[in-house]
């Protein structure tokens, strides 16, 4: 039987983690490219059937969502077809986890770290992709949305719970989860123009997300963490936006 407490995780022993390899994970992110041509195809049908223009909002989360689900897909039939292991389990979803009220409390934490820092990095202000999506309630009800539960879902499995094992096994915690919160950082570099100090803080910030997940064994851990940091950055931005109502 499933143990009390061990959401998604089926029957059967545990194999020794992480099982894949580095082939494996070359293999996922060189099909991260196809997933998101694909994606763009089958967005650009489905707003093709759409009566009205979709907003850039809905345009670019659909692109990134469908790109998501495919992108899943392929792992979990990796995981499934290649070692025959469950999904959720395989990528360390699990509840609960240790000191999950200290948990809650990390992401806004981390937010007031973060500004502090940006501050003293003397960190340039830029356009920002994020907020050109956001035109009226609807939007910003859209893009938050995302940003605070799917956004964070998806980079949390596939950044901490696929790559991150396999950087720790092979040069240890502190560089594994380092060298795990590079491509994260890279990811969500054109949003801020390249600066090397943004660049810097979302290593910082992908770090105690890895972190989390290290320490708790939990990728539903380091998932709340970037849900709640992401809902903390949102709200201090629409607090600072607020012509963006009218």
Not at 21 to 29: E, G, P, Y
Not at 63 to 74: D, E, K, R, S, T
Not at 125 to 134: A, C, F, P, Q, Y
């Amino acid at each position: 039987m499933t143990q009390p407490g061990s959401i998604f995780a089926e029957d059967g022993p545990r194999p020794k983690h992480p099982f894949w390899s580095w082939i494996d994970a070359a293999l996922i992110f060189t099909l991260a490219v196809p997933c998101l041509f694909l994606s763009a195809l089958l967005s650009k049908g489905l707003f093709s059937l759409a009566s009205a223009p979709p907003s850039d909002a809905v345009k670019a989360i659909t692109l990134q969502f469908v790109a998501y689900a495919l992108w899943f897909g392929v792992l979990i039939l990796l995981l499934k077809t290649r070692y025959d292991e469950p999904f959720w389990r395989s990528l360390g979803w699990k509840v609960p986890w240790p000191r999950m009220g200290l948990t809650i409390l990390a992401g806004p934490l981390l937010v007031v770290m973060v500004a502090v820092l940006g501050q003293v990095l003397n960190t340039p202000v830029t356009d920002n992709s994020i907020e050109k999506l956001l035109h009226g309630r609807m939007s910003i009800l859209l893009v938050g949305f995302f940003a605070t539960t799917l956004g964070p879902l998806a980079e949390e499995l596939i950044f901490r719970g696929f790559l991150q094992p396999l950087m720790v096994r092979t040069f240890g915690v502190a560089a594994g989860i380092v060298l795990s919160s590079l491509p994260f950082a890279l990811l969500h570099g054109p949003q801020y123009s390249w600066t090397w100090q943004h660049i810097a803080l979302l290593v910082l910030a992908s770090s105690v997300f890895g972190y989390t997940r290290q320490r708790t064994g939990s990728t539903a851990a380091s998932t709340l963490v970037h849900a709640t940091y992401n809902l903390t950055f949102f709200a201090g931005f629409l607090l600072q936006r607020k012509e963006l109502f009218s």
